[in-house]
């Protein structure tokens, strides 16, 4: 979109599409599958179509198996269920096809585990595996065998010794890391490390060693990232000088309203400051040109919006409180846009749609053509899909080729008696087709002006426009509609891309950053790089864009933590604007400024490490400050799963009988910790109370899953008469396991069970919970 082009890409950038694996011809024996360019799934305009043969391979299966074996010894006793030759169920293909890729499966108890190893045939480098499968017993996990430091030893001793055609010198780890890779603090400890794989001594994005090693020190995954592909000279053409210049002279910033995702949601918005379409893309090193997103010379410096003009036919909501039935949804549709024929509509679902909106419901339908060719390779089925709001009948998406790409087809047949539009008639039906579709687009929408080279698609046969949505007459990023026509004017790709933008937000009056300061502030972060990168090998807007790789400038936040936040123009402060891609030091080295000496230092660290707990914006822990029952829950949920929140949006039905409204801000955490049996939801809790250490221990016996222990046996046991207030304790069974356990103490022959529980007492809890892991009956955490 035109507004802050950079994130906007994070978000829009098509990354290709997975195809399904082919059936497996005997899963309980190993068999070998040759494969070759007919049956990569590849189109014939595609690249790297690379022919799988086997005779070329310098390693052979038995060996690249023994070596894997050798790799990871918990595979001793796994079996091969088979061996293929060529790499086939993803797209676009690999150009390297000399691959053995095994198969594994690994009994365990009653269930049956697989997963895959793949092993360079010509080398005999190790490319990938991921041991995945459960162990048997309760472990104790914490504290872990190894340290950071010896677990990077031993990732760096694997590599070696995996990878050997690999110089150890070309690796360089990386020291900043997503927020997003957090682990658990309960269960198996996991050190992961991230490589960078130099080319011709310049960092480079396209190559990268990852792997885990655990607690320990077993490896537990491998994955090695690259393509064989043709790298340019490392020496520039555009000096450093010359390109800073171009940069500097040509960036810009632009006022408009952000979203906020967190757990790929939309949980927030922000009036902000943020880079203008286009103004941090790289500059290519040998042209001093700056490339979009596809490889091409960006000729138009600024891109200017004009306004939607007021169409024939506009888009009129229903009116009725009833919401449509599958076929309804898919009549309309049908009525308004062109579907191929011999299409026919197939397992309509009727979902909520989480990132847009989640209170509005929509169905998603698609029309699929009958496969004809049973026994050749196995492509995703041709089909059209579109999305429809079940209340208002709005078309939300609409692709009439969801997967044209894999299986060679001809190209749509042109309407009889119809001639091939101009670029000025495209745009023209596209904004009829906008206002056909989108509520009030005329008076809420503007169109992008990025003229004909950038509008009309490399195969010729369509056009491409990006319109941007207004509120208070500032643009909302990601907040308007990408739409596609073909040459001859049917709709071929329609998305809106917003999700619901509250009432009151601020308008321009409220911003107190000048355009200047802003301006200033994102150019004193960046600063140039020189590297490879590469543009291209994915699909965009059902067309391949060939993979090449540029030497370039690119801009780069000098302070990593600020290259996924944008400057609030209301306060002046930085805001990250996906939660989950936040960048922070390994290790989380920036430790909260308050906790020196405190005697809860170390738990707290820990939990500060773990993301558990967060400083606030000074920087601050404020370890003695009392905390709410719900604060605890979502102490332990967290530890439990960093990620609980998109567990339960994926979950939508589950624990759907508790009594925390979706509105409140534990509402997730409550639903987590009901789902894996810590709370009865038939009993109240009151979430927003301080948390009193008499409720801390009848909650710590629900994690640990001793309540009936507490109830029979220990409720009328003489440990909680110890306390010279036992009179004043009302659980005493609750009490008396969680003192047996060492989770909780007496305080000078008391135990206070009304005294308020403060944010250290809790880390230092919850971590004798953590250390206690493998002395229980059941492990912790775990539903």
């Known amino acids: 979109m035109a507004f802050f082009g950079l994130l906007a890409l994070l978000v829009a950038l098509p990354q290709g599409a997975a195809l399904a694996e082919e059936a497996v011809e005997s899963w309980g024996t190993m068999s070998t599958v040759l494969v070759t360019t007919g049956n990569l799934g590849t189109g014939p305009s595609k690249s790297g179509e690379a022919t799988a043969d086997p005779s070329q391979a310098k390693i052979t299966k038995e060996q690249a198996i023994a070596k894997v074996r050798e790799w990871f010894p918990a595979l001793a006793e796994a079996t091969v269920s088979r061996v293929e030759y060529g790499i086939h169920n993803v797209y676009p293909a690999p150009s390297n096809q000399n691959v053995w890729t095994i198969d594994w499966q690994v009994e365990v108890g009653n269930g049956s585990y ?76 996991q050190y992961y490390f991230n490589f960078s794989v130099l080319k011709n001594g310049l960092p480079s994005g396209l190559e990268s060693i990852s792997i885990t090693i655990s607690g320990d020190g077993e490896v537990t995954q491998f994955n090695r990232l690259g393509e064989r592909l043709d790298y340019p000279s490392p020496v520039p053409t555009v000096s450093r000088a010359d390109a800073e210049k171009k940069f500097r002279e040509e960036f810009q910033v632009e006022l408009g309203y952000v979203p906020v995702y967190k757990n790929g949601v939309i949980t927030d918005w922000v009036l902000a400051w943020g880079p203008a379409s286009d103004a941090s893309q790289v500059i290519n090193a040998q042209t001093g040109h700056k490339i979009d997103t596809e490889g091409k010379d960006i000729t138009v410096t600024k891109v200017m919006d004009s306004v939607v003009p007021a169409g024939t036919k506009v888009f009129q909501p229903r009116t009725s409180t009833t919401e449509l039935t599958s076929d309804e949804a898919a009549n309309l549709v049908e009525q308004t846009v062109f579907i191929p024929e011999g299409r ?137 509609v990408s739409i596609t026509v073909d040459a001859y004017g049917r709709l071929f790709y329609y998305s809106v891309n917003h999700g619901q933008v509250p009432a009151n937000l601020p308008d321009g009056q409220a911003v107190t950053v000048t355009a200047e300061q802003a301006l200033q502030s994102y150019l004193d972060n960046y600063e140039l790089k020189l590297l490879y990168t590469q543009f291209g090998g994915f699909m965009l807007n059902n067309s391949y864009v060939e993979p090449k790789v540029y030497l370039v400038y690119s801009p780069q936040s000098k302070d990593p933590s600020r290259s996924y936040q944008v400057l609030n123009a209301v306060t002046g402060k930085w805001v990250a604007t996906f939660d989950d891609l936040r960048m922070e030091p390994v290790g989380n080295k920036k430790e909260p400024k308050d906790l020196k000496g405190h005697w809860a230092e170390a738990d707290l660290k820990t939990l500060v490490r773990y993301r558990i707990l967060e400083p606030d914006d000074e920087g601050n822990l404020h370890p003695n400050e009392t905390i709410t029952v719900g604060d605890w829950m979502t102490y332990a949920v967290k530890a439990v799963n960093p990620h609980y929140s998109s567990y339960v949006m994926a979950s939508p039905s589950a624990a759907t009988d508790v009594a925390v409204p979706t509105d409140d801000k534990y509402s997730q955490v409550f639903r987590y910790a009901a789902e894996l049996g810590w709370i009865d939801t038939a009993q109240p809790l009151q979430l927003e109370q301080k948390l009193t250490r008499e409720q801390l221990a009848a909650l710590l016996v629900s994690i640990v899953k ?56 809790a880390a230092s809890i919850l971590m004798r919970l953590v250390k206690l892991q493998g002395q229980t009956d059941q492990p912790i955490g775990i539903e």
């Open 114 to 189: 697989g997963f895959d190893s793949k092993v360079d045939a010509i080398t005999g480098d190790l490319i990938s595996t991921y041991v995945s499968f459960p162990r048997q017993g309760n472990k104790a996990y914490y504290p872990p065998k190894l340290t950071r430091e010896q677990a990077l030893e031993k990732a760096k001793a694997f590599i070696a010794k995996a990878v050997p055609s690999l110089s150890t010198d070309t690796m360089k780890e990386e020291d900043m890391s997503f927020n997003s890779d957090v682990q658990t603090l309960f269960g198996p400890v």
């Open 344 to 480: 026919k509509l197939s397992y309509p679902s009727l979902d909520q749609d989480y990132f847009r909106n989640p209170e509005r419901k929509t169905w998603r339908l698609r029309w699929e053509e009958e496969r004809q060719n049973l026994t050749g390779p196995i492509y995703f089925p041709t089909q059209s899909s579109a999305m429809v709001d079940a209340l208002t009948g709005q078309i939300l998406e609409f692709q009439i080729e969801s997967y044209n790409y894999g299986e060679p087809r001809e190209p749509l047949a042109a309407p009889a008696g119809a001639a091939k539009l101009n670029y000025g008639q495209a745009k023209q039906r596209a904004l009829e087709w906008v206002n056909q579709l989108y509520p009030q687009a005329s008076q809420d929408l503007k169109l992008l002006e990025r003229g004909e080279s950038w509008s009309r698609l490399s195969n010729g046969e369509q056009f491409r426009f990006e319109l941007n949505r207004y509120v208070n007459d500032i643009p909302v990023l990601s907040g308007g």
């Open 706 to 761: 001793y309540d009936r222990l507490a109830a029979n046996f220990y409720e009328k046991n003489a440990l909680a008469d110890q306390f010279s207030d036992a009179k004043q304790i009302t659980r005493p069974g609750e009490v008396a396991v969680a003192v047996q356990l060492g989770l909780l103490q007496g305080q000078n022959g008391k135990f206070n069970p009304q005294r308020q529980v403060t944010k250290a007492e």
